[in-house]
């Protein structure tokens, strides 16, 4: 199992809980009040671009919290992500909702889907990729999806501060902008550290080297905002274009 394949194991719980998304909305009003769904209007709308007849495309969607936002104020959106069981949950809320939403189950750094979109979003994805390489596939995957005037939006988390110390040590192990975590034993890419196993959970980059690696990829901001800290990290939000 891939590091990132560990979204599967947390989602069958959820659906036990009978929940709607990943932070564990009961109702869709708090689903769109997300962060992602808060900036993507707000960005939007300050640019001048409207929903309705917008293709989206929604990375690693979950259970379909922007993808159905984005549906929900006339887009066409596609969905994709690599839990099984969060797709169920997303068609599921698309069925509620009476939304028609293209939900796949797929890896986001093998997609090809051979079309171009409005908007790509990235709907937390970006900081459960650890390493340069699956990063730098990320953007390129995104490039592939972008047509041209199209947008991608970023909400990732920043690192804060000393960041060895913002986590519990029975659990996580930072180093080297890697947030490491110990337990899911299904999981194959592990690292012993003093003695324990661990699998790479998270990167938390600084704000000045996340901007770096967005310009090293080609791309250029064009709307961008902090959140409040979170676990010692804080979230960035940011709408993106592809440097001309």
């Given at each position: ?9 947390v ?73 099984s ?88 192990f ?15 890419e ?41 676990d ?13």
């Amino acid at each position: 199992m891939k590091y990132y394949e560990m979204h599967e194991i947390v989602y069958r719980r959820l659906k036990n809980e009978n929940v709607l998304s990943w932070d564990k909305s009961k109702t869709f009003e708090e689903m769109w009040s997300h962060s992602t769904n808060v900036y993507l209007e707000k960005f939007l709308t300050k640019r001048g671009i409207a929903f309705p007849n917008l293709k989206v495309l929604d990375l690693g969607t979950g259970t379909g919290t922007s993808a159905l936002f984005a549906a929900k104020n006339g887009s066409q959106s596609v969905g994709i992500e690599i839990s099984s069981s969060a797709i169920e949950i997303a068609k599921e809320n698309a069925k509620k909702l009476g939304l028609s939403v293209e939900f796949t189950v797929g890896d986001v750094l093998e997609l090809d889907l051979k079309k171009k979109f409005d908007v790509v979003i990235d709907s937390t994805i970006l900081h459960c990729l650890v390493g340069s390489k699956d990063r730098s596939r990320f953007y390129n995957i995104v490039r592939r999806h972008l047509g041209s005037n199209s947008h991608l939006l970023v909400n990732t988390m920043i690192a804060s501060g000393d960041m060895s110390s913002r986590f519990p040590k029975e659990y996580f192990f930072f180093q080297d902008e890697i947030l490491w975590s110990l337990g899911i034993n299904e999981i194959s890419e592990r690292k012993v550290i003093d003695g324990k196993s661990y699998f790479p959970h998270r990167t938390l980059l600084s704000e000045e080297k996340q901007l770096e690696e967005f310009e090293k990829h080609g791309f250029e901001i064009v709307e961008m905002e902090q959140r409040s800290e979170n676990d010692g990290a804080y979230d960035f939000v940011a709408l993106l274009k592809v440097r001309e």
